[in-house]
């Protein structure tokens, strides 16, 4: 399939004219939730965001940014519970995604565990879940990469050819991005390779209710 082009945005952006974004030809956002690294919260421009993102007909997902303590499997549930919270009553045709960045390299094991309860917990009600890290200094160095197949990955790599994530589904090819809309850029750019718009309502996952069979009439 063709590419679909999309952004990544958190508060850093500013306010954000969706309706423009969208006619720059942006057919995705992945919204910063909140995360783990200054306490624990909610992006403060999470919900307007979405909403805005929404009325505009931009398909979004959205990530959470864990903090350097992300290690074992009850700070990975704890998190993940955290970010059920903030995302709940939110339909999402992206994946929600789990942001690794300031975890130690010496202590790769204990952030994959942490990183595979997240994920478990995140499936358990209900979402299409996924990593995202940059190539080397994230999956390489502060993952065990070959645990974390079975989850969507959406990797930072602003150089060709990705080598370590070669089979990512949605990549981040560059920080510096300037986006109609946007009232403080740099940006950040993405491309997805899958159609997750119809993963999510054809199987029910991240908000949507799963489409039955009619029943027929007697």
């Given at each position: 399939m063709?590419?679909i082009?999309?952004?990544?945005v958190s508060h850093?952006?500013?306010k954000?004219?969706?309706?423009?974004?969208?006619k720059s030809?942006i057919?995705?956002?992945?919204?910063?939730a909140?995360g783990?690294?200054k306490?624990?919260?909610?992006?403060k421009?999470?919900?307007?965001?979405?909403?805005?993102?929404k009325k505009a007909?931009?398909?979004v997902?959205a990530?959470?940014?864990?903090?350097?303590?992300?290690y074992?499997v009850e700070?990975?549930?704890?998190?993940?519970k955290?970010?059920?919270?903030i995302?709940?009553?939110?339909?999402?045709e992206y994946?929600v995604?789990?942001?690794v960045?300031?975890?130690?390299?010496?202590?790769?094991e204990?952030a994959?565990?942490?990183a595979?309860a997240?994920c478990e917990?995140?499936e358990?009600?209900?979402?299409y879940?996924g990593i995202?890290?940059?190539d080397?200094?994230?999956?390489?160095?502060?993952?065990?990469?070959?645990?974390?197949s079975?989850y969507a990955?959406?990797v930072?790599?602003?150089n060709d050819p990705?080598?370590?994530?070669k089979?990512?589904?949605?990549?981040?090819?560059?920080s510096k991005?300037?986006?109609?809309?946007?009232s403080?850029?740099?940006?950040d750019l993405?491309?997805?390779y899958?159609d997750y718009r119809?993963i999510?309502k054809?199987?029910?996952?991240n908000?949507?209710?799963?489409k039955?069979?009619k029943k027929s009439?007697?």
């Amino acid at each position: 399939m063709d590419k679909i082009l999309g952004i990544d945005v958190s508060h850093w952006q500013g306010k954000i004219d969706f309706e423009r974004v969208k006619k720059s030809g942006i057919q995705f956002v992945i919204l910063k939730a909140g995360g783990s690294d200054k306490g624990f919260y909610e992006d403060k421009t999470f919900r307007s965001n979405y909403e805005a993102a929404k009325k505009a007909g931009i398909d979004v997902g959205a990530y959470y940014f864990v903090g350097k303590n992300f290690y074992g499997v009850e700070a990975g549930v704890a998190d993940a519970k955290r970010f059920c919270k903030i995302i709940g009553g939110c339909q999402l045709e992206y994946p929600v995604f789990l942001d690794v960045e300031t975890t130690q390299p010496g202590r790769k094991e204990e952030a994959t565990e942490a990183a595979i309860a997240f994920c478990e917990e995140i499936e358990n009600n209900g979402y299409y879940v996924g990593i995202y890290s940059s190539d080397i200094s994230g999956f390489r160095e502060k993952l065990n990469h070959s645990r974390l197949s079975s989850y969507a990955h959406w990797v930072a790599d602003y150089n060709d050819p990705v080598k370590e994530c070669k089979e990512h589904q949605i990549r981040q090819y560059s920080s510096k991005g300037y986006v109609e809309g946007i009232s403080n850029n740099p940006t950040d750019l993405d491309v997805s390779y899958v159609d997750y718009r119809n993963i999510m309502k054809s199987k029910g996952l991240n908000g949507f209710k799963k489409k039955g069979k009619k029943k027929s009439e007697d």
